[in-house]
């Protein structure tokens, strides 16, 4: 990456993020396309929709791992004492 105050930076960080949502984008939409069919093909093995299982499936996996991600991020500043509230500058190399 250029350094800060480079004129291409903020092009560049632009672009990536672009292209990062975009991408978000596809996969969502490619995601949710698999589970509807997914959902197709449950119906013709058992003559039920039942489109609500599959997204709450979806639904609560996200959730679950965001809570997991967060947890962890918790754990991690705990066990490493992370100071709360500090400033940039006053956290200690070994914190760090």
């Known amino acids: 990456m250029p350094e800060n105050g480079d004129p291409l930076l903020f092009p560049l960080v632009l672009a990536i ?7 978000i984008i596809a996969v969502s939409a490619v995601a949710y396309s698999m589970i509807a069919d997914l959902v197709e093909a449950n119906q ?3 003559g039920r ?3 609500g299982v599959y ?3 979806v639904t609560f996996t996200r959730k679950t791992t965001q809570g997991l991600g967060a947890l962890a ?3 991690i500043l705990s066990v ?3 100071p709360e509230g500090a400033k940039p500058s006053s956290v200690s190399e ?3």
Do not use: C, P, W
């Open 17 to 23: 993020n672009v292209i990062d949502l975009a991408l």
């Open 44 to 46: 013709s093995k058992t």
């Open 49 to 51: 929709r039942s489109e």
């Open 55 to 57: 997204y709450a499936a």
């Open 73 to 75: 991020a918790g754990v």
């Open 80 to 82: 490493i004492a992370f």
């Open 94 to 96: 070994d914190t760090l």
